[in-house]
């Protein structure tokens, strides 16, 4: 390895042994540059769904994403480590008999925690925890999947309803138990021993508690915030409520900080365990297989969404209207996935896409974010001084792809020509050797080949609209590099395009990252997007608002600040 240092002469001699390397590579970045990358103003499709994969599978088991937009699209096999608790709030001692609900903090598993003997104030209520003891088969659905928006307002449980029933039934938002059972049984057959979804927090649903966890304890708590409960968990009237579901529920909460305090304490320690897994890598006791997923958002597997989601905004994109071929094809495609492999080995190629994803996250999330700020400040410099700056981003961003050659040529063509074999490279380079290996390529799975296609599209994209930029300061004379004898541009023209094409980008590829309380949270407070079911669910607020024209401003949800400790903020 030859470390570039700040010595001239050890540049020198990288540069000389560079130079002895025989020049054969897989990624042909240097001579002649097709028709694909000679237009640096060819937009990506209005229907592709690229940067959608991208950052739903760049999202997956994290807290942040999955909360903003709740309506999942994709669903991964996975397993949860050995070793593993789970916790399991519980009205007896007894051992679930049937599917139940685990958590995999135990603040979310203390809310449904019941069975107090007698009525005096020292209440108490059973957790069960348990210890997964060999790896445990799991499917995930993303989004915010395990809640139950109603009657067709919401679009978070789509992916499961289509899965277990077949359709997407209005009337049976609420039927947990409906959904825990035929989930249980359509995956009984790839020995399917789990469900992961979120709400809140993470939760697994475990089939069967005979096999592969095993009882570590179970403890009676003392239940302090049970008076604040109405009426109390273990009443059963308390779950005529909720047809059909045996899985208890925290009743409405006055949405004031009259709250009961204990009740506010409960709540909000349930979302901050929640808020534990917002970001990479996110909830990380669930492993998953991403070989072996399955998109909605594949526009080849399921075009009949394509048409429904003309229009809306990503929010409001869900699974309900898929057609009834297109869900056999997911349908099938999932089984054969599911029974493609053996205990031990994944059926992929071996790439870890997770991290292939990441890298593109890490090297351009802060970037393009501090070229956004940049471009929408006002500084005492003069514009030159500023446009030079920004340049000089834009020209670190492509330094590993700014090829000696690549510059425009005094009495050449006309345009920005010039730039494309930095664009071929900036957006190839990856994966390259993937698209070169013909065994590598023989090996990858449907699920992988759509991955690649995904980060393929992604990556040309951010790149296309980073080299125009970087193109444009070059014209205007901008560059530290690159001199530009004549047809200057002028520089507020430039920024002005600048301005446009880096908001473009970042709203295109819409990732999460960036959404942010800002300015940013004291030590007191946490930053906080509203999060299901507190957002009037149970008060009747929610149908309220799906009647008018304008969103209900939990539909959107927009991040702000709570506090820590009593007293809490209203939510
Ligand atoms: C324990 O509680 C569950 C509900 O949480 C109930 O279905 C079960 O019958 C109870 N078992 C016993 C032994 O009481
Ligand atoms: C609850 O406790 C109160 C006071 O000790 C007692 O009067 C009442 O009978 C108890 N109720 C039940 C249902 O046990
Ligand atoms: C706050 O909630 C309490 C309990 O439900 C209620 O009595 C009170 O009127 C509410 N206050 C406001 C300002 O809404
Ligand atoms: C996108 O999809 C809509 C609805 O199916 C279709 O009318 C339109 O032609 C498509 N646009 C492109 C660019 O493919
Ligand atoms: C979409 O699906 C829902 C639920 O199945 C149904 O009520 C609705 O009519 C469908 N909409 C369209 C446009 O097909
Ligand atoms: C740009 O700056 C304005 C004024 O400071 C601010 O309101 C706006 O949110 C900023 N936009 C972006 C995209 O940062």
């Given at each position: 390895m030859c470390f570039l240092?700040?010595?001239?002469?050890?540049?020198?001699?990288?540069?000389?042994?560079?130079?002895?390397?025989?020049?054969?590579?897989?990624a042909t970045g240097t001579v002649g540059v097709d028709s694909a990358w000679s237009d640096l103003s060819a937009l990506p499709g209005a229907n592709a769904t690229g940067q959608l994969i991208f950052d739903t599978v760049n999202s997956l088991l994290q807290h942040w994403p999955n909360t903003r937009y709740r309506n999942?699209?994709?669903?991964?096999?996975?397993?949860?480590?050995?070793?593993?608790?789970?916790?399991?709030?519980?009205?007896?001692?007894?051992?679930?008999?049937?599917?139940?609900?685990?958590?995999?903090?135990?603040?979310?598993?203390?809310?449904?925690?019941?069975?107090?003997?007698?009525?005096?104030?020292?209440?108490?209520?059973?957790?069960?925890?348990?210890?997964?003891?060999?790896?445990?088969?799991?499917?995930?659905?993303?989004?915010?999947?395990?809640?139950?928006?109603?009657?067709?307002?919401?679009?978070?449980?789509?992916?499961?309803?289509?899965?277990?029933?077949?359709?997407?039934?209005?009337?049976?938002?609420?039927?947990?138990r409906g959904r825990i059972n035929g989930l249980c049984e359509w995956?009984?057959?790839?020995?399917?021993?789990?469900?992961?979804?979120?709400?809140?927090?993470?939760?697994?649903?475990?089939?069967?508690?005979?096999?592969?966890?095993?009882?570590?304890?179970?403890?009676?708590?003392?239940?302090?915030?049970?008076?604040?409960?109405?009426?109390?968990?273990?009443?059963?009237?308390?779950?005529?409520?909720?047809?059909?579901?045996?899985?208890?529920?925290?009743?409405?909460?006055p949405r004031n900080n009259s709250e009961p305090p204990a009740a506010a304490l409960l709540r909000f320690e349930t979302i901050r365990a929640g808020s534990w897994h917002n970001r990479y890598p996110g909830e990380t006791r669930v492993v998953l297989d991403l070989s072996r997923l399955v998109s909605f958002y594949d526009t080849a597997l399921v075009p009949s969404l394509i048409p429904h989601r003309a229009g809306l905004e990503r929010w409001d994109h869900r699974a309900q209207n898929i057609s009834a071929a297109d869900l056999a094809a997911v349908t099938e495609r999932l089984r054969a996935l599911l029974a493609s492999t053996s205990e031990s080995s994944s059926a992929g190629s071996g790439v870890d896409w997770k991290t292939m994803y990441r890298v593109v996250v890490?090297?351009?999330?802060?970037?393009?974010?501090?070229?956004?700020?940049?471009?929408?400040?006002?500084?005492?410099?003069?514009?030159?001084?500023?446009?030079?700056?920004?340049?000089?981003?834009?020209?670190?961003?492509?330094?590993?792809?700014?090829?000696?050659?690549?510059?425009?040529?005094?009495?050449?063509?006309?345009?920005?020509?010039?730039?494309?074999?930095?664009?071929?490279?900036?957006?190839?380079?990856?994966?390259?050797?993937?698209h070169a290996?013909?065994?590598?390529?023989?090996?990858?799975?449907?699920?992988?080949?759509?991955l690649l296609s995904a980060l393929d599209e992604t990556g040309r994209e951010i790149c296309r609209v980073v080299v125009r930029m970087w193109a444009a300061g070059v014209r205007a004379e901008l560059d530290s590099v690159i001199p530009v004898a004549a047809n200057a541009e002028d520089i507020p023209h430039v920024v002005e395009g600048w301005r446009a094409d880096a908001n473009a980008l970042m709203q295109w590829l819409d990732w999460s990252v960036w959404v942010k309380c800002r300015p940013a949270c004291g030590v007191e407070e946490m930053c906080y997007l509203p999060t299901w079911p507190y957002f009037g669910q149970w008060t009747g607020e929610r149908e309220k608002g799906d009647d008018t024209e304008k969103a209900p401003p939990w539909k959107r949800p927009q991040p702000r600040c709570i506090r820590l400790f009593e007293p809490y903020s209203p939510l």
């Open positions: 240092n700040f010595a001239l002469t050890i540049a020198l001699l990288c540069a000389v042994r560079a130079a002895q390397i025989p020049i054969q590579t897989l999942g699209h994709n669903i991964i096999p996975g397993s949860v480590p050995v070793g593993t608790l789970l916790y399991h709030g519980r009205a007896n001692n007894s051992l679930p008999t049937v599917p139940e609900w685990t958590a995999t903090d135990p603040e979310h598993a203390y809310g449904f925690c019941g069975g107090a003997p007698g009525n005096d104030t020292n209440i108490g209520c059973w957790q069960l925890t348990f210890v997964v003891a060999r790896p445990l088969k799991v499917l995930y659905f993303d989004g915010s999947s395990a809640a139950n928006m109603k009657a067709g307002a919401g679009g978070t449980q789509d992916v499961q309803d289509l899965l277990v029933w077949g359709e997407v039934d209005h009337a049976r938002w609420i039927d947990e995956g009984r057959e790839f020995g399917i021993e789990g469900y992961v979804r979120m709400e809140m927090d993470f939760e697994i649903m475990i089939c069967d508690f005979t096999v592969g966890v095993e009882l570590l304890a179970a403890d009676f708590l003392a239940a302090w915030w049970a008076h604040f409960i109405t009426p109390p968990l273990w009443d059963p009237a308390s779950q005529s409520a909720d047809p059909g579901s045996t899985r208890p529920r925290p009743r409405p909460h890490d090297r351009y999330a802060e970037r393009l974010e501090l070229l956004q700020y940049l471009l929408n400040t006002t500084t005492t410099e003069t514009a030159a001084a500023r446009g030079k700056t920004i340049q000089g981003q834009l020209r670190v961003m492509l330094t590993p792809y700014t090829l000696h050659a690549a510059r425009p040529v005094v009495g050449g063509p006309a345009g920005d020509g010039w730039a494309a074999p930095v664009w071929r490279g900036c957006a190839t380079r990856h994966t390259a050797h993937i290996s013909a065994a590598l390529s023989a090996r990858l799975t449907a699920s992988e080949r759509l």
